[in-house]
């Protein structure tokens, strides 16, 4: 399958998304007239990307079928999307959400897909059971990791939150908050399945990697400026090989994270340890942000790293970024965002790369981005 060929190009991907926007725009402007029962929100990113080297292309998510570098110069696609989210309060116990969210998938398309679609019932005002389509808690900003003005990045780093593309889980989480004094304890745990398609490094589509029996738990702590968390997760992850040949693994994933904010700086750093036997090398993955903010701009730089425990080039990614950026927050609701990025590949790795060639391993890639996030 040559799936550069099908990919539209960069004006046609905005096209695509049109129709969405247009529907997303009309919901809002009659949110005043809708029933106080319900409530509604969107937010979207405008971005354009470049790539140094024509030997593979990068992409934001293995979502994506191409990018930039080896398919075009420079690509709308890696991190442009658009979203919306419908709010309902049937009672002061009752409540559900619908989010839904059109971006760069494998289908070559914009389409739209439910990010988010539960129900949600409290039993006390902090004990909390959901039932649905939810957010899966695996990194420190998974309910914002799609939401640009909800973050310092253009982008968060691949090198970790690639490790584990699952963004939702189908299934049942229980959550508990507990004040004591200042400091906020919040324990979730949870239960279900997803399935998802990803690109391989070849441009390769790997359709229905399932993860069945998809449990964990998270703990995250807040008080004052700071916030931290630790999470666990399990699951069995099915693949089909071939036609007739599917295997079963068990996976595992730890992540620990804290970001402080005292409102003129901020600090934020994740690590993670992903087991995935039998079908790649353990990895370990990590990154630290740290960014100032004066008046409307904010000057960033982060560092991001993701290594194997073992040496396998053909099954691991080895990739580190240092990324310098600048946000502008030019009107409210609205920012700008300019960000450069300096990939390194391992000695034999392309990394998150798609359509990969020879060369492009262990070679050094530069990155210019730009995007303008907004939320209404």
Known sequence: MNTLKNKSTMCGACLKAMPLAIVLATGAAHAEDASSMFSYSG?????????????????????????????????????SKLGVQVNAK????????????AMDRTNNTFGPRFEWANLQYAITPDLKVRVGRTALPTFMVSDTRMVGYSNPWIRPPLETYSV???TNVDGVDVSYKARIGSLINTVQVYDGKTSIDVVAGSGQIVRGITSQQLQGIDDSVEIGALTARIGYSRSNIGLDLAPGYAISVASKLINI???????????????SRSELPGLTPTEKAYYLTGGYRVGNFTPYATYAKVTPEQSIAALSQEQKTVSVG????????????????RVSLGSGNT??????????????????????????
């Open 257 to 271: 994270g804290a970001i402080y904010d005292p409102g003129n700086w901020f600090v934020q750093g994740e690590y």
């Open 351 to 376: 990394g998150f790369f798609t359509n990969v060639q020879p060369a492009l391993a262990g070679s050094t890639v530069n990155v210019v981005s730009v995007a303008v996030d907004f939320v209404f």
């Open 326 to 341: 600048l946000r502008w927050d030019a009107m409210k609701n609205t920012d700008v965002k300019l960000q450069w990025d």
């Open 164 to 166: 584990e593309p699952l």
């Open 90 to 101: 049937f009672t002061d116990q009752f409540s559900a959400v619908v989010q839904v969210i």
């Open 43 to 79: 937010f979207g990113t405008i971005g354009a990307t470049h790539s140094s080297s024509k030997d593979g292309d990068y992409v934001g998510t293995l979502y994506q079928t191409s990018g930039t570098g080896a398919t075009r110069a420079w690509d709308m696609g890696v991190d």
